[in-house]
């Protein structure tokens, strides 16, 4: 692509992100229908748990206002007003938390403080929790804790909005940018814990309350990490650099329990440091304790507000929740700090009261079974070509009605083998033609209903375990059949219920597959491999102990089918983490992975096709899929759950030569929670770029879950004859501009110019204009030499970036003689020097500093947008193209007036038809003479995207800049005619 262009895109990209940072991102969240089924029987909880897991169900569950009004709905239409069994068991261990120490702030003062002596270091990320009590008769802003750096006094802070009658409410602020404020909790006289995260990258921050996220976004000041060595104030807000504090903002209450991490903790690690009233090892750089505070006329005393080890036996809900922006119920939240002292007590509603309630749990009440709308669509079969065609298999014929019925175990996996295997003969025979979206759906949902039944069945054993290898071998190659490109263009989209059905559908239902199958595994101590065409699945039991090694997995090692450009592809879970989470308690555990090979096609064309208007209104993660897809699950066989570790992946990205400019890779994973469409699901949260070469991008993140690499471009809308024809105007102006400015400094030089600022500056601009014209013209020999290629990009980015500095230079010299009239010339050019050469290199040198190895972009030599060094040019260019803009106008105005004045006195007998001519040809000379100068023309490039048109007229005015200043201000310039002979 022309140079021109890549520069100005580059600019675009700042322009339009600018922009972005204004935009709210606005996420909407489903759930599936369920209904109610009522147990009149009077029993004690656990049975009325195994009575609705008999029948398909669970008990039901109240998570928010919604859930509680549905459940009294239902039972008020009963007639019942007895209470009922709800999913909810907590067992409260009798051991008490340690005492420790709570900082008590009487009514607002400018004095009350506390000060971390503890320095704390350079965070890209950080996490803050403690526990508050507000004083509920004080109102307006309060500052929980404030963090000031000799460079910004305002660095990182969380406050509170607390207003009369209503949630209080809190808002981080970062780097002296604000966020929004969000309900946290009630106003009352309680305890309540809250954290909050941010990470420099993408500006993504949460907050959290009671162990539960209440909100999160992101694009909160990304600029820069928190700096080191500040002052930590917990109760003031800081106007000077630990100190002038604000009685009106000052915080009035309770505060214990603060502690900082240097990392984003997860969901599931807040929630456990909320249970375990613990904090995190990893990555704590500031643990409470009296002995590391300065407390200033703050009242102290020992207690703990945190109520021991309480402990979710059987909350499913609870583990959803984790990750939604849904706040649960208050009561659900505070109950704990309520609970009665009994080692178990389980969960009642009362329809009369509309509340919730903790009791016995060998007590005797009736109970309200759940039903997912799901189950309820799998027990009759789709009447479709596809299920019609598979009903006249002799293998499956009532195996899917009687997968409905209560069976046994070992009968449940026999006839899901034989379903399995009737599924894949089908789809090997008449898939392709046959397939809809209602069958993948059924199939998907049909295995998701029988390897739950399967599970709470605790089936175990040799034989089982061959069956369900069986099972899952039998599903995979269907799925693999599934996800053939050719074929799922044939399937996705809406099915009748109106359930968008995309790959990721299959996704989940593998996932699913693999941990029962991981259950089943690790009794045995068995492995597990299968490899087909677009899947392969690695499964493998380890012992872990205080040494283990790596955990690596490569699908080129396993994969008979693995493409030249997947054959990079790996994923490792490090040495520290499988050490970490072995001192936690974890000794046995199954590793799970997959890999999809050509995911890729299929997402790009389910995001190619035509959204819902819901959809379109839905914020998503912007790029292009481009890498297979890598799944990592670490798995506690024995405690059925999955075990958050770190992983590091890396990924090939293909079909890279299609697009014109990569903007940048972007590290993300596909979030279930978020799967409204199947198609725009990506999250990034906890990822990172750690590596970007050519076709290859190497991430790492704080979770395990199915990754990708998406590709953010500026996509080019031209054709590579477009793009050609551009290249070759953008070289053949500036060899032609190179000479020309040469022949014009060559002209200023030889000829007997009358000395002034103006023709010094002149000079100078010329001189930067020919170095950046020589340097680009040559650039393109340095790309494949990385040394090289950064010097190239430093010396452009500081000659263009003197050229504009002139360009400055002389809007403010024409400002000084036309506009303020200052006719002096003594002492000004060693200030024009400082600005047109000094200011480059000063530029340029902090550019350089900051860039941490990343200065260069990745295909060209110029500054890389990955990381936002191409700030270091944009910002200066579009400050000066503003200043130069007001500069033109002002002198385009007095120009006309002038004109007007002279055709007045000059011409009186003019009609005034002439004397507007006169003007319009005084403002169209001076936009001509000095738009070449001011670099002016560099606007046009905004309307570059929209048109050819615009992008032919671009590389022109700007790749001819040079011959257009040797045309005004070397032929027609009237200094040098005077001194022609």
Known sequence: MSWLLILNLSLLVCFYDCISAFTLEIKTQTYDESYYEYVP?????????????????????????KDNQELTNFLSSLYISDAVWIDRKVTKHQTSSPETLILEFTGRSDTKYARLLQRLPSMDSVTVCTRLRFDPTTFGISTVFSYSIQSYINEFQLRANLIQGKPVQLALLVHGVHGRYQDAFEHDDSWHSVCVTWSQGGGRWALFTHGLVVARGDGLNSSDSIGGDGHFIIGQEQDTFGGSFKKDESFSGSVTDLHIWDRVLNSSEIYTVEKECSPAPSGLVFKWREDAMEINSTHTKQGSPCQGNITI????????????????????????????????????????????????????????CQFKK???????LPKTQFFSRLSKNPLTRHVFEELSANTSSERHLTLLQQSTQAVLQTLEADGPNLLQSSDVLYITQMMKMDLTALESSHSAGGETAEVMMSIATNYVKAASLMLEPHMATQWMGMAEDGVNVGPFTIVRSIDSVTEALAGMLSTEG???????????????????????????????AIGSHVSSSSGQDELLIPDTELQRIHTLGYHEVMFIHTHYSHLSQIVSEAQESPLSPHETGESVLPGQLTSAVISASVRDASKGQTIPVAVEYTLSSS?????????????????????????NSWSSDGCRVTF??????????????????????????????????????TFIGCGASLCALVVTLMLFTVLDIPKSDRTSIHKNLFVALICAQVILLCSGSAIHNKVACTLVAALLHLFFMAAFSWMLVEGLLLWSKVVAVNLSEDRHMKYYYLIGWGLPVLIVTITLASASGKYSADGYCWLSVQNGIIWGFAGPVIFIIMVNLMVLTRVVVITISTAKRRSIMLAMGTSPVEQAYEQMRAAVKAILVLLPILGLTWLCGVLVPFSIVMAYIFVLLNSLQGLFIFLIYGVYNTENMKSRP
């Open 374 to 380: 799901d189950i309820l669509d799998v027990i009759m």
């Open 526 to 556: 068995k492995d597990f491999t299968l490899s087909t065409k677009n899947i392969d699945v690695f499964m493998k039991w380890k012992e872990l102990s205080e040494d283990s090694s790596s955990q690596v997995f490569k699908p080129s």
């Open 41 to 65: 029987d009077r029993l004690q909880w656990d049975r009325a748990r195994e009575v609705c897991h008999q029948r398909s169900g669970t008990l039901a569950t109240v998570s928010d206002t």
């Open 313 to 368: 036996l059987a909350s499913p809900l609870l583990e959803t929740f984790l990750d939604s922006n849904t706040s649960l119920n208050q009561a659900l939240s505070f109950e704990f700090l309520h609970t009665p002292q009994t080692d178990e007590v389980c969960g009642y509603f009362d329809p009369v009261v509309g509340s919730l309630d903790l009791a016995k749990c060998d007590s005797h009440r009736g109970a309200v």
């Open 655 to 679: 079909h890279v030569v299609e697009y014109s400019q990569r903007v940048s890779p972007v590290c993300a994973f596909w979030n279930f929670s978020l799967m409204h469409n199947y198609t």
């Open 692 to 729: 970007s070469g050519s076709g290859v991008t190497s991430c790492f993140c704080n979770h395990t879950t199915n990754f990708a690499v998406l590709m953010n471009y500026l996509e080019s809308k031209w054709s590579p004859e477009e793009e050609l024809i551009l290249t070759k105007l």
